[in-house]
C-alpha cells in the first residue's frame, strides 16, 4: 500500500494519478499534507505538482468523458467527502479501462460515488450562490462570511464576478481559512487575518458603512413581513434554509438595535 | 432615505404584496446578461431565502402603494379595508432595490400596486420604477411588473421594454365568481391587456430571431395568479382555465393562491377557514404535469371526477384510475411512459434510461438510482422469469402506499412542489 502525499489541488490529484501509473503503485491512499495521518508502516510517495503530467491525465479522461462528465469529477473533487481521492481514482480507472463513454452506467458504484458528490458539492455551491449576504464597509468593499460544508468558493467565483461586476467584493470561508476578492478587475484568492473576532458587534460597528445596519434591518424586517402565519410550515423552511447556515445568514439574526 | 418612515412603509406594502405569489424569477430565454460592467444579470434564478412558511423569496415583493379606488372582496387594499394606508416615492423602491440586490438579498424586484387615481396614472409610476433602474442604475437583475388592468397600450409596451415579466391577475377562475367578488371589474379587463402582451412578446420574439440586436420585451414572458377555495369553481374549472393560459395567452406560469381569509365577508369563508394548502399542492401537480410530463388535463380531471384527490397525488391517482396501461417495463419502454410510472421523476426516468444502456436493470438498481422504489414497484414489471407480481386492485395499492406515506411524508409538502414525484 502506498500514501501519495500530495498539495490537495486538483491538478495536485491529477499529478498524482499520473504517477501511479508511472510508478506502478498498487493500493494507494491519499493525503493532502504529511502530517495528516502518521501511517508510518505505509510506503510514502511525494507528489510534486506538475501541469505537464496533470494535462496528460486531463487528456486522456477528456477522450472517454463529456465536458459535463468532467465537470462532475472536478465538482466531485471539492465536495471534500471523506475518501473523495480514492473514489475519484476508481472512477479514472474505469474511465481508462473502457473504449467506451462511462458516465451513464450508474449502476456502477465508482460511476455513482462520484455523480453523488458532484450532486452534493452542486447543490452546496447553489447554495452559497444564494446564502451569501454581503456587507458593506466603509471603504466600500461588500463583504461576506461563509462556512460551507464543501469548498465551494473556486466554483462560485464566476457567478459572482458577472453578477458584481460594479462593487468590490469579498467572500470569506472561515472554515478553510481562505477567501475570494474582486477587485473590479480580476478575482484572486487571499488569506486574512483579523485582529479581533470578525463578526463580534464593536468590530462589525467599527468597519460598517453607516447605511449598513438599516439595510440589514429592512430586511430582517422584510423577512418578518413576508411570512403568512396561518401558512407556518417550519419543517419546509429548515429542509430549505438548514439551520447550519443560519448563523451567517442576516435575516437569521435578531436586530442589532430595535 | 428617511429611515424610520421608509421602514415603516416596507413593512405594510411588502405586508399587503405577500399574498400574490408570482414572484418566482425565471429568467427569459433571452437572458439579461450583464455586458458593460454594470450590475447584476437575470442568471438562472436564485431562492435567497425561505419564508417560515416555507416559501421561496427571490425577489423584493411590494406595492408601490396600497391606497387603491376599487373594493375587491378578497382583497387587503381594498378601498372598504380600515388599514394604515402607504405609498413609495419612485427614488425609494430603486434604492431598496439596489440596496437589497447588491448586499445578495435578491434576484430583483416584484411591483404591484393598489389603484390610485386611475390606471394609467398607477401604471406609469410603476414603468418610471423599471426605466430608472435599468438606465440610471445600470441594473440587470430581475424586474416583475404588475400590468395595471385598464392601463393604455402604449405604458404596457413601455413596461414591457424593461421588465423581464410581466402579469395581469385573473385572481377568480371564472366571470362569475369575479362579478361576485369584484363588481366593479369584468374578465375582458383582465383579458385584454394579456392578450396585447401574448402578441407583443410573440412579435418581439421573431423579430429577435431575425436580428438579434433587436430589444427584449418582457423575455421572461408573463404569467397570471388565480385564487383557490374563495369561490366555489371545481378543479376542472381551474385546470381548464390555467389550461387556456397556456395554450391562448402563451402564459409562462400560471400560479395558484390558496384563499387566506382577510376579512368579514358573507360572500367569503369566514377568517379562521383554513388555507386550502393541500388543494392549492394538488394544483401545482396537476400543472406540472400538463407542463412537464405530457399529460392531458382531462387525463387528470374529468366531468365524472371533477375535482382531485386529496390524499394522494394526481399522477398516482391517474396511474390508479389507468391500471391497464402497466405494468411498465423499465428495461424497454419509451421515456414517455417512464415519467407516467409513479415514483418516478423526470430526473429518475432520463437516468434510468441512460443506465440501462449498461444493464438490464433489476430492483437493487432503482433503489441505487434514488427512485422511490415502494411506490413504484405496483406499476414496474421484470422481464425475468423469475420475477413474481401479485394482481392487487387499485384500492389495495393505494392502501400500501398510504401506508408508506403516512410514515414518511406526512405533512411535508410544499405549495412550489418539492416531495413530489
Ligand atoms: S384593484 Fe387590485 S389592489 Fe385594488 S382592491 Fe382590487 S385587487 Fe386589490
Not at chain 1, 111 to 127: D, F, P
Not at chain 2, 294 to 317: R, S, T, Y
Request: aromatic fraction near 12%.
Amino acid at each position: 500500500m502506498t500514501l501519495l502525499i500530495y498539495d490537495g489541488t486538483f491538478e495536485g490529484w491529477l499529478t498524482a494519478v499520473f504517477e501511479i501509473y508511472e510508478y506502478k503503485f498498487e493500493d494507494v491512499i491519499f493525503a493532502k499534507d504529511e502530517n495528516s495521518n502518521a501511517l508510518f508502516f505505509l510506503k510514502t510517495h511525494f507528489v510534486e505538482t506538475d501541469n505537464a503530467k496533470a494535462n496528460r491525465v486531463l487528456k486522456g479522461l477528456k477522450k472517454n468523458l463529456s465536458p459535463s462528465g468532467i465537470t462532475n469529477m472536478y465538482h466531485a473533487f471539492f465536495s471534500e467527502l471523506p475518501q473523495i481521492e480514492e473514489s475519484l481514482f476508481r472512477f479514472a480507472t474505469y474511465v481508462f479501462s473502457s473504449s467506451k463513454n462511462i458516465e451513464g452506467d450508474l449502476s456502477n458504484n465508482a460511476v455513482l460515488n462520484i455523480q453523488k458528490a458532484a450532486h452534493l458539492t452542486g447543490k452546496e455551491s447553489h447554495r452559497m450562490k444564494a446564502f451569501v449576504r454581503f456587507k458593506l464597509t466603509k471603504d466600500n468593499l461588500y463583504y461576506a462570511i461563509v462556512e460551507p460544508d464543501c469548498n465551494v468558493l473556486p466554483l462560485i467565483q464566476k457567478h459572482f464576478k458577472n453578477r458584481y461586476a460594479d462593487q468590490k467584493w469579498l467572500i470569506y470561508d472561515t472554515k478553510r481559512k481562505y477567501g475570494i476578492y474582486y477587485d473590479l478587475e480580476n478575482v484572486s484568492t487571499v488569506e486574512l487575518t483579523f485582529d479581533s473576532n470578525p463578526s463580534s458587534s464593536k468590530f462589525l460597528a467599527e468597519i460598517s458603512d453607516e447605511d449598513e445596519e438599516f439595510f440589514q434591518n429592512l430586511w430582517r424586517n422584510y423577512f418578518k413581513s413576508v411570512n403568512i402565519e396561518s401558512r407556518k410550515n417550519t419543517k419546509l423552511h429548515v429542509q430549505h434554509m438548514p439551520k447550519r447556515y443560519w448563523k451567517n445568514l442576516t435575516e437569521k439574526i435578531p436586530n442589532l438595535k430595535k | 432615505m428617511v429611515h424610520e418612515r421608509v421602514m415603516e412603509k416596507l413593512a405594510i406594502l411588502a405586508d399587503a404584496a405577500k399574498y400574490d405569489v408570482s414572484c418566482s424569477s425565471s429568467a427569459g430565454q433571452n437572458k439579461r446578461k450583464n455586458q458593460n460592467k454594470g450590475l447584476g444579470d437575470t442568471g438562472n434564478g436564485i431562492c435567497h431565502a425561505y419564508t417560515e412558511d416555507g416559501r421561496c423569496v427571490s425577489l423584493l415583493k411590494i406595492l408601490l402603494t396600497n391606497h387603491c379606488i376599487f373594493d375587491c372582496a378578497y382583497c387587503v387594499s381594498r378601498k372598504s379595508n380600515d388599514i394604515k394606508r402607504a405609498a413609495f416615492t419612485v427614488q425609494e423602491v430603486v434604492d431598496l432595490t439596489i440596496g437589497f440586490y447588491r448586499r445578495n438579498y435578491i434576484e430583483g424586484l416584484f411591483l404591484s400596486s393598489g389603484i390610485f387615481d386611475n390606471p394609467d396614472y398607477t401604471m406609469e409610476r410603476l414603468v418610471r420604477i423599471a426605466k430608472k433602474l435599468r438606465l440610471e442604475e445600470n441594473f440587470n437583475g430581475y424586474i416583475h411588473l404588475k400590468a395595471i388592468p385598464g392601463a393604455s397600450d402604449e405604458l404596457i409596451k413601455e413596461a414591457g421594454m424593461y421588465a423581464d415579466r410581466l402579469s395581469v391577475n385573473v385572481e377568480m377562475p371564472t366571470e362569475k365568481s369575479l362579478k361576485l367578488l369584484a363588481p366593479e371589474k369584468n374578465h375582458a379587463d383582465v383579458i385584454k391587456p394579456m392578450e396585447y402582451l401574448k402578441n407583443e412578446i410573440v412579435g418581439h420574439k421573431e423579430e429577435k430571431k431575425l436580428n438579434f440586436k433587436a430589444p427584449l420585451f418582457a423575455p421572461a414572458g408573463q404569467s397570471t395568479q388565480m385564487i383557490i377555495g374563495a369561490t366555489q369553481e371545481n378543479d376542472l374549472e381551474i385546470l381548464g382555465m390555467a389550461n387556456y393560459f397556456y395554450e391562448q395567452m402563451n402564459m409562462r406560469r400560471v400560479y395558484y393562491s390558496g384563499y387566506v381569509p382577510i376579512s368579514y365577508d358573507n360572500r367569503l369563508p369566514a377568517i379562521g377557514t383554513p388555507v386550502p394548502m393541500i388543494r392549492e399542492n394538488r394544483l401545482y401537480q396537476a400543472d406540472w404535469l400538463i407542463r412537464f410530463y405530457g399529460f392531458n388535463v382531462n387525463e387528470i380531471v374529468g366531468f365524472d371526477q371533477p375535482n382531485l384527490d386529496l390524499d394522494i397525488d394526481p399522477k398516482l391517482g391517474w396511474a390508479l384510475r389507468n391500471l391497464h396501461q402497466f405494468p411498465v417495463d423499465i428495461n424497454s419502454a419509451d421515456l414517455e411512459l417512464i415519467l407516467r410510472i409513479p415514483g418516478i421523476g423526470v430526473t429518475s426516468a432520463k437516468k434510468i434510461v441512460s443506465a440501462r444502456k449498461f444493464k438490464r436493470l433489476q430492483p437493487e438498481d432503482l433503489k441505487k438510482l434514488g427512485i422511490a422504489y415502494n411506490r413504484s414497484k405496483f406499476f414496474l414489471a421484470f422481464s425475468s422469469p423469475f420475477y413474481l407480481q401479485k394482481d392487487l386492485t387499485s384500492i389495495q395499492i393505494k392502501e400500501q402506499i398510504l401506508n408508506i406515506q403516512n410514515s414518511k411524508y406526512q405533512n411535508n409538502f410544499s405549495n412550489q412542489l418539492s416531495l413530489f414525484q
